[in-house]
């Protein structure tokens, strides 16, 4: 069999669908939409990321561009008004700039005093018939064992 005709399972794509992709994600900033626009599937674009450092790269920046229209879309209604859905969207996409974050510190005081004293185990009497609260050092004294 000729080599030149082999036949790849899934979506026939031409050449150009990584300029298509980009120029789409770019606009949108959403990986499953642009590569639907381009006619691969969100694999091939991962796939390609993974292995094209350029197209990687290429993906970075059009990615770094959204985040910038995100950006300026903020600086302008900042004038007009707040939006809520474009700050979730900024949230999402930029959350080192855009997320909020709460920092909480919390300081404990207190002025009364938490006695510490013998703990009381259950031990064994002389008879094995009952069982008796007692403290380690009695239980000493009465069998010579040492308890931790």
């Known amino acids: ?5 082999v036949i790849k399972k899934g979506r026939k794509r ?3 669908w990584q300029a298509r992709y980009l120029a789409d994600y770019e606009r949108n900033g959403n990986v499953m939409n642009a590569a639907r626009m381009a006619n691969v599937s969100p694999t091939t674009v991962y796939k390609h990321m993974r292995e094209n450092p350029v197209f990687n790269e290429q993906c970075e920046v059009a990615y ?3 985040c910038a ?3 300026r879309e903020i600086k302008r209604r900042a004038f007009a008004g707040s939006d809520m859905l474009l700050m979730a969207m900024a949230n999402r996409h930029m959350p080192n700039e855009y997320r909020q974050n709460q920092k909480i510190e919390q300081t404990i005081t207190h002025d009364y005093v938490v006695e510490i004293g013998t703990p009381r185990v259950p031990a064994i009497t002389a008879t094995a018939d009952t069982i008796q609260d ?3 050092q009695r239980v000493y004294e009465a069998t010579g064992d040492v308890l931790e």
Do not use: A, K, Q, R
């Not at 069999?1 to 005709?5: A, F, L, R």
């Open 1 to 5: 069999m000729n080599d030149s005709h």
């Open 14 to 16: 031409s050449d150009d």
């Open 64 to 66: 770094g561009i959204f």
């Open 69 to 71: 229209s995100i950006e």
């Open 134 to 136: 007692v403290t380690p």
